[in-house]
């Protein structure tokens, strides 16, 4: 495992194009040079002695220093095992609805993508939890699992939009049962689950797999997007173009609206809090789950990172000497 401890001076590495922009400037130089200084049937006699061969192996060398130098110079950290590390911290699973009412506008930009964004903003406060995701529609899907690395979790939660499930729906039940199956430490005190819906739940009861999943020391809280008053739910082809709105048996068009009551019985039954989608509710809930019991969390990390300047820096020496001593003329010269 290979981490480097001075990334702030990454910015050297521009000069690596820079020195190769300068030995291609050099090389179409030297070559309109010797036309200059002579003919073609003078340039043989006169170059011939120069060995082209030699002069390419010297400037891949110079350009090799130059890139060991800076590895040099950023500090490569070797980590020497891999090493089990216990921490306190909490599991928390984010379940997110991706059905097709989560493209209704009521909310902007959509009820998907502003939840997409105040997730993102929520991750990002973590600092030593575990965090999971899971997509859901009428059935569920875990996308990411438990995991210290939020820099994943922000790609998983990038691809999560309606399409992603092919079952359609709202089944709210899955996704808790879903999530139980997700939470691999079992009997935990520090297991949170937070339920992301416009509420329209068509599938299932979801309140007794919530009383389940409370009795397995699984804490539920719930945030409802979307609004009372509602709005048609689009329909978009293959290239997001909007086509119609989605309507019912007898063509009317349907209207989706947020089905609060839903969220906050499912809250309720998991012992948890429900919120309505906003940044201020996003960071209430933060506070909320950080007042949750914290448990021992079991994980992976590469200790006894040693820095190792010295074995690029002296490549680079190598090489630099080596250019030095490596003569362009040619042995029969």
Same mark, same amino acid.
């Given at each position: 495992m290979i981490q480097f401890a001075f990334t702030h001076f990454s910015w050297f590495l521009l000069i690596i194009p820079l020195f190769l922009g300068l030995m291609i400037w050099d090389y179409f130089a030297r070559k309109k040079m010797r036309k200059f200084l002579a003919s073609d049937e003078h340039h043989e006699l006169l170059f011939s002695k120069i060995s082209v061969r030699k002069r390419r192996i010297r400037s891949a060398m110079a350009l090799s220093?130059?890139?060991?130098?800076?590895?040099?110079?950023?500090?490569?950290?070797?980590?020497?095992?891999?090493?089990?590390?216990?921490?306190?911290?909490?599991?928390?699973?984010?379940?997110?609805?991706?059905?097709?009412?989560?493209?209704?506008?009521?909310?902007?930009? %959509?009820?998907?993508?502003?939840?997409?964004?105040?997730?993102?903003?929520?991750?990002?406060?973590?600092?030593?939890?575990?965090?999971?995701?899971?997509?859901?529609?009428?059935?569920?899907? *875990?996308?990411?699992?438990?995991?210290?690395?939020?820099?994943?979790?922000?790609?998983?939660?990038?691809?999560?939009?309606?399409?992603?499930?092919?079952?359609?729906?709202?089944?709210?039940? =899955? =996704?808790?049962?879903? =999530?139980?199956?997700?939470?691999?430490?079992?009997?935990?005190?520090?297991?949170? *689950?937070? *339920?992301?819906?416009?509420?329209?739940?068509?599938?299932?009861?979801?309140?007794?797999?919530?009383?389940?999943?409370?009795?397995?020391?699984? %804490?539920?809280h719930t945030l409802s997007v979307g609004t009372a008053v509602g709005a048609p739910v689009p329909v978009y082809d293959e290239t997001g173009n909007l086509v119609e709105f989605k309507k019912d048996e007898s063509e009317q068009t349907v209207t989706s609206r947020v089905n609060t009551a839903v969220m906050i019985g499912i809250a309720r039954a998991g012992g948890g809090k429900h919120y309505s989608l906003s940044q201020t509710n996003f960071q209430k809930l933060y506070a909320e789950i950080q007042q949750a019991e914290t448990g021992s969390i079991s994980t992976h990390e590469y200790t006894d990172f040693e820095n190792r300047f010295q074995w690029p820096l002296g490549l680079a020496f190598v090489l630099l000497v080596g250019e030095w001593l490596i003569s362009t003329r040619r042995k029969d010269g």
């Open positions: 220093s130059i890139v060991f130098l800076i590895l040099a110079l950023l500090g490569p950290e070797i980590g020497l095992r891999l090493q089990k590390v216990e921490r306190e911290g909490l599991d928390i699973i984010i379940a997110l609805d991706v059905s097709q009412s989560m493209l209704v506008n009521d909310v902007s930009p %959509t009820r998907l993508e502003r939840a997409k964004f105040e997730i993102l903003r929520m991750i990002d406060e973590f600092s030593g939890d575990r965090v999971g995701l899971i997509a859901f529609a009428g059935a569920a899907k *875990l996308q990411c699992p438990l995991t210290l690395d939020y820099s994943a979790a922000h790609t998983f939660l990038d691809v999560m939009n309606v399409g992603i499930i092919e079952k359609q729906g709202t089944n709210l039940s =899955a =996704a808790i049962d879903e =999530a139980k199956r997700s939470f691999t430490e079992k009997g935990k005190q520090s297991r949170v *689950l937070v *339920l992301i819906s416009d509420g329209e739940e068509l599938e299932a009861d979801a309140i007794e797999s919530a009383q389940k999943a409370k009795s397995e020391n699984i %804490t539920i």
